[in-house]
């Protein structure tokens, strides 16, 4: 039989980990990943997909800008980077090989574990860590969120406050771009 030796072990405080998403916008589920990962990990680098094929209703940048506003009580623990091309090529690039996902129900897992089977395939040195969403936040996504919020409802206890007040603006410019439309 081959002998494999031992792998070395490393301290969580150590790691970097990266959390990635489309964050179309970050919700209170997010910030829960973030925060709970902050108490496990060293640092943690918030990669922002930039996937100019997605009909995405914030830009990159405002994605990233709004994730900063909300990171920016963790004094550089927390970084929040936009990335394209392959997630596995982008958590090299920051010298890190562990990955967070968030799970919410038992429906995201087909998903959550193809894609962590895909990176490891691609990369085998890349772990992935599922933390189990909150209770109160496991009927958020970013979808509903834009819907209740482009619809003019109340998304208050689904986003922190400085996404809610960028949504806002959103329906703001939409009702008037339909006003001028009826026009
Ligand atoms: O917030 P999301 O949309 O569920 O995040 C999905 C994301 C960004 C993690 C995933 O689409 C991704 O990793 N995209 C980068 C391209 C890639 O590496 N694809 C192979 C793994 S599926």
Redesign the pocket.
Known sequence: MAKTSPRRSTSPASVVAVF????DPLTNGHVDIIDRSVTIFGRVVV?V?N?PSKNALFSDQERVDLIKRQVSRYKGRVSVVSFS????DFVKSVNSRVVI?GLRAISDFDYEA??AL??RK?SPDVETFFLAAREENSYIS?TVVKQVALLGGDVSDMVPPVVERALKEKWRAKQSVSRRGVR
């Not at 091309?85 to 596995?88: D, M, T």
């Open positions: 990635p998403g489309s964050f990669g997909l996937n091309g392959l997630l596995v996902r193809q894609m895909i990176n691609l970013s």
